[in-house]
């Protein structure tokens, strides 16, 4: 699906007629909130992460199994691999191998949780209760926990975000919009910063063994400290002038590539979608206060308001009112991630008991670090926006979730 204006020419050739439409894209991984970068999006991705023992997922000494498509920038020296996942871009950077890490490690303690109090439950019957949990977990900390942070309370409510009685509908679409894909999400590219563990960020990418030499429960600790890249300042040297690089001057460029894949897959102008898709007025001149202190850099590239594109103008936007993003990309967020409440049959909040509901809204990304790096050590303080905000949370202080409700 995609939000990008459809049209169609028909061109009359002396022989022939051709009709052209514009290029739409596939979405190679499930669009639903449903924890497919733990479980891959179809059967064989999922039959090669199971251990099909005792509803297991496969680990080396609890760390991600072998990926045999190596896509990684491993020394030698090390004994160290690329890792596989239920989505591909694991390998990108130390945080994604965590982060991957920590889901993967959640569902084996799960798994183990619930084998102690139901020994009989064959590997299918561990792996679906468990999944179904871990899918739970994910959809929860997604919307209660991070999405607020994104789009601030008004939009929250504007796109029913914070019900939690909405009845399944039928009628509504939840596959990703293009606008969501290819700029609207990728505003969290402005928040990546250029250290990680107190070292240049280039130095990670596809750089697994770092992750093997350092562990996983120091990359998470330094995940949880960090600060992201204030939203709205210049995006950071890692991702504009040292991405992927593979010697000087050989690198991409991250902002470019998102305003050239908007190109690529014709989404509209920045006042289309404000105007046609998000009842929003139009912008009229480059001082408009609605593009931001970015008015006047942007009027040096485009000769008029209507020209500017989805991604550089939605990032130009004045965050809302207790959110991160400006006014076009929280509709557009706001939409997708409403549509895809609305529009999954499976989604959490309605196929759990009341008693299991209470027990998996217990759970925030704090408990699950916890749970799965370093019990009562860790200070998880994630999702921080500013180094001033101080949610310090110790581990033993976290409630963790009551499984023999799921027995
Ligand atoms: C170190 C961190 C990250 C790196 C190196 C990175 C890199 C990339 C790259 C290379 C692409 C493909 C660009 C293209 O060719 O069109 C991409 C796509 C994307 N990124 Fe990131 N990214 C990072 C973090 C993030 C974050 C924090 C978010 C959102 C919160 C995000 C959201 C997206 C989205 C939505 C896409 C489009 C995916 C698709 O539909 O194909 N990324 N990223």
Redesign the pocket.
């Known amino acids: 699906m995609s939000q990008s204006i459809k049209l169609k020419y028909v061109i009359p050739l002396p022989h022939r007629i051709i009709i052209v439409e514009p290029r739409e894209q596939f ?1 190679k991984i499930t669009s639903y909130i449903d924890a497919s970068s733990v479980y891959g999006s179809s059967m064989s991705e999922l039959d090669a992460l199971r251990s099909k023992s005792n509803g297991m997922l496969l680990n080396i000494n609890n760390r991600l199994p072998k990926n045999p498509a190596n896509n990684c920038i491993l020394s030698e020296s090390s004994n160290s691999y690329c890792f596989k996942a239920g989505d591909a871009r694991v390998n ?2 130390p ?1 994604l191998v965590t982060i991957h890490t920590i889901f993967m490690r959640q569902h084996n303690l799960i798994a183990a949780e619930l084998k102690k109090l139901n020994s009989s439950w064959s590997d299918e019957e561990l792996f679906q209760k468990t999944r179904k949990i871990v899918e739970a977990i994910n959809a929860h900390i997604n919307y209660y926990e991070y999405l607020p942070l994104v789009l601030g309370p008004d939009q929250m409510s504007k796109y029913d975000l914070n019900k939690e009685d909405l009845q399944y509908d039928s009628s509504v679409d939840p596959s990703i919009p293009n606008s969501f ?2 700029a609207a ?5 402005l ?2 910063p250029d250290k990680h563990c107190g070292q240049n ?1 280039e130095n990670f ?1 596809y750089r697994t063994e770092i992750v093997i030499q350092e562990g996983i429960r120091n990359n998470a600790q330094c995940l949880s400290d960090e600060v992201g890249q204030k939203y709205g300042s210049h995006p950071s040297d890692a ?1 504009c002038n040292h ?1 992927f690089e593979v010697g000087p001057g050989a690198s ?1 460029d ?1 902002v470019a ?2 305003i050239q ?1 908007g190109r690529d897959h014709g989404l509209e102008s920045l006042n289309g979608f404000r105007t046609k898709v998000c009842n929003l007025s139009r912008i009229t001149n480059f001082t408009d206060p609605k593009l931001g202190n970015s008015g006047e850099a942007l009027s040096t590239v485009y000769a008029h308001v209507d020209d500017i594109e989805l991604f550089p103008g939605g990032v130009a936007e004045p965050s809302v009112p207790g959110g991160i993003v400006g006014e076009t990309f929280a509709c557009i967020i706001g939409k997708t991630f409403s549509d895809l409440k609305k529009g999954d049959r499976f989604h959490y909040e309605r196929n759990f008991t009341q008693d299991q509901l209470k027990e998996i809204k217990k759970i925030t990304l704090a408990k699950v670090i916890c749970d799965t790096t370093s019990p009562g050590q860790i200070q998880p303080n994630v999702f921080r926006a500013t180094s001033s905000s101080n949610h310090k949370t110790y581990c033993r202080n976290i409630p963790g979730i009551d499984y023999s409700r799921f027995a």
């Open positions: 979405n990108v950077w945080g894909s290819t999400f990728r505003f969290g590219h928040q990546i960020l990418y991702i991405l991409n991250l590539l998102n894949r």
